[in-house]
C-alpha cells in the first residue's frame, strides 16, 4: 500500500513575509524530509484570526506545533521528530492505522453537512426565529382576506406551545391592537370583556377562560395574532439579538450568567409568576398577594428582555463550538486537497 506522506499545515495570510519565508524552508527541506504542505488562510473564519492573529506563520507537522519565529532547526528537528514517530506508528498499527489516515484525509458528503452548518447556523437560528415569531400574524391576514381554513390551521398549530387568551394577544386590522382586562387597570382600552362579551375572566377556573383561548375576533375588534404578546416579544429579542450577532461577525461575548438572571429571568419570572399566583382562589394565598392583571407594556418588555438575554448568553457560546468545528474542517479540507 502506498505510504502516505506527512502533511504539515501551515497557518498564514496573504502579504505575511515570515509565512513566505517558512514556506521556503519548508521546500528546501522537503528531499530530506518528505511531507506535503496544506496551507490555512486565517482571515477566512473570524475564529481562525482569533487563533492565530498576532501568532503566524504557526505550522501544525504532526503532533506538534511551531509558532513563529520558526527557525530552520525547529523545523529540522520538528519535521524528523513527526517522521519517527510516524514509522513508528506505521509500524505498530500497519494498515489498519494506515486506513484510518486515508478516512481522516477523506471528505464525505456527512463532512461537507456538517461544514455547511457550522458556517451558516446563525442564518438557520435567525430564519427559524423569523418564521415562528412571524407566522402567527399570518393568521389574522388570513382571517381578514377570508382565507379561515388556513388561518384556524395557523391557530391550532400553535396552540399547544402558547394560551392564546385574547385579553393578552396582539390584535390587528382592527379598533385597537390589544384589548386587556379590566384588572389591568388600563382605562382608556376598550377591554376584552366588552369587545368579547366573555364574563368572569379573572377567575383562573371560568369557563369563558376557554372561550378566551378561541376567540380569533371579528372585523370590527380585528384578528388575534397566534402567539400572546410575551412569546411575540420573546422570539423577536432571540431574532433581533441574532441579526446584531450577525452583523458584529459575531464577536459580541456571552452575557454573564448572573446578569442573564437579573434582566433575563428575573424580571419575567416576578410579573408571570405574580400574577399568576394573586389569581389563584386560596384564601391563604389571597391574604399575602393583591391580584394583577400584567399590562400589555410589561408583558412585552419582560418578553423582550428575556429573548435578547437568553441569547446574548447562549448565542456567543454556541459560536465557540461551531468555532471549533469550522477550524477542524477548515484543515482537514486544506489537507484533503
Known amino acids: 500500500m502506498e505510504r502516505l506522506l506527512l502533511t504539515v499545515t501551515l497557518y498564514t495570510r496573504k502579504d505575511c513575509k515570515l509565512c513566505d519565508e517558512v514556506k521556503a524552508e519548508l521546500a528546501s527541506l522537503e528531499a530530506e524530509f518528505p511531507h506535503r504542505l496544506a496551507e490555512v488562510d486565517i482571515d477566512s473564519d473570524p475564529a481562525l484570526q482569533k487563533s492565530y492573529g498576532t501568532r503566524i506563520p504557526v505550522l501544525d ?70 418564521l415562528y415569531a412571524g407566522l402567527p400574524f399570518l393568521a389574522p391576514s388570513l382571517m381578514k382576506v377570508g382565507a379561515e381554513m388556513p388561518a384556524r390551521a395557523i391557530y391550532a398549530m400553535y396552540s399547544p406551545l402558547c394560551h392564546q387568551f385574547g385579553f393578552r394577544s396582539f390584535f390587528l ?114 391574604s399575602l398577594l393583591v391580584y394583577r392583571e400584567s399590562t400589555p407594556f410589561l408583558r412585552v418588555l419582560t418578553g423582550l428582555l428575556f429573548g435578547v438575554s437568553t441569547a446574548w448568553f447562549a448565542y456567543p457560546y454556541i459560536e465557540e463550538s461551531m468555532a471549533e468545528t469550522r477550524q477542524f474542517f477548515i484543515k482537514k479540507f486544506a489537507v484533503a486537497k
Not at 494498515?95 to 455547511?116: F, N
Not at 450568567?257 to 437579573?262: C, E, F, K, P, Y
Open 61 to 130: 507537522i504532526g503532533p506538534y506545533t511551531l509558532s513563529a519565529p520558526i527557525t530552520r532547526q525547529q523545523l529540522q528537528m520538528t519535521l524528523g521528530a513527526a517522521l519517527d514517530r510516524r514509522g513508528q506508528l506505521d509500524k505498530i498499527g500497519g494498515s489498519d492505522y494506515e486506513a484510518r489516515v486515508r478516512r481522516g484525509q477523506e471528505i464525505t458528503k456527512a463532512d461537507r453537512v456538517s461544514r455547511w452548518i457550522s458556517n451558516h447556523y446563525l442564518l438557520l437560528l435567525n430564519l427559524f426565529m423569523l
Open 173 to 286: 386590522f382592527g379598533e385597537q391592537s390589544v384589548y386587556p382586562l379590566a384588572e389591568a387597570g388600563l382605562s382608556n382600552l376598550k377591554t376584552f370583556d366588552e369587545v368579547s362579551g366573555l364574563k368572569n375572566l379573572s377567575d383562573p377556573y371560568s369557563p369563558d377562560r376557554l372561550a378566551a383561548r378561541r376567540y380569533v375576533g371579528d372585523e370590527i375588534t380585528g384578528y388575534k395574532v397566534a402567539l400572546c404578546e410575551r412569546d411575540v416579544a420573546i422570539y423577536f429579542g432571540l431574532l433581533l439579538f441574532g441579526l446584531v450577532f450577525g452583523l458584529t461577525n459575531r464577536r459580541i461575548r456571552p452575557l454573564h450568567w448572573a446578569i442573564w438572571l437579573l434582566i433575563g429571568i428575573g424580571p419575567i419570572g416576578f410579573d408571570g409568576f405574580s400574577q399568576l399566583f394573586s389569581q389563584f382562589n386560596f384564601e391563604w394565598l389571597n
